[in-house]
Nanobody, 114 residues
Framework: QVQLAESGGGLVQAGGSLRLSCAAS??????????WGWYRQAPGKQRELVAT???????IYADSVKGRFTISRDDAKNTVYLQMNSLKPEDTAVYYC??????WGKGTLVTVSS
C-alpha cells in the first residue's frame, strides 16, 4: 500500500505562485520507479490532467498550463512537486496527486483570486 499526502495549496492572487508537494509513504518497492501525476477538479467540472512525470523523467503538460507549471520529483524524498507560476483564476481547483496507476491523494485546494 502507498499513501499520498498533498500540501501547499492556499489562496493566492492572480499572477502569483504556489508550490504543491505530494509525499508518498508505504511500500518502498511500489514507490520506487513509480510515475506521478497532478490532476485538478474545478467545481462542476470533471477531473483533468495537469501534468505527469514518468519514472524515466518524461514530462507531459496540459496545454492550459504549459509554460506556467513545472512538475518535478525528488526520489530520495519520495516526493513530487508542482510549481505553479502566473496563476489565473481559472486555475482554481482541488489539486490531486496520483502515484502510478492506482494511488490518489485526498487533494489540496488552490484558490486564485482576480
Amino acid at each position: 500500500q502507498v499513501q499520498l499526502a498533498e500540501s501547499g495549496g492556499g489562496l493566492v492572487q492572480a499572477g502569483g505562485s504556489l508550490r504543491l508537494s505530494c509525499a508518498a509513504s508505504g511500500s518502498i518497492f511500489t514507490i520506487n520507479g513509480m510515475g506521478w501525476g497532478w490532476y485538478r477538479q474545478a467545481p462542476g467540472k470533471q477531473r483533468e490532467l495537469v501534468a505527469t512525470i514518468t519514472s524515466a523523467g518524461i514530462l507531459i503538460y496540459a496545454d492550459s498550463v504549459k509554460g506556467r507549471f513545472t512538475i518535478s520529483r525528488d526520489d530520495a524524498k519520495n516526493t513530487v512537486y508542482l510549481q505553479m507560476n502566473s496563476l489565473k483564476p481559472e486555475d482554481t481547483a482541488v489539486y490531486y496527486c496520483k502515484g502510478g496507476m492506482t494511488y490518489w491523494g485526498k487533494g489540496t485546494l488552490v484558490t486564485v483570486s482576480s
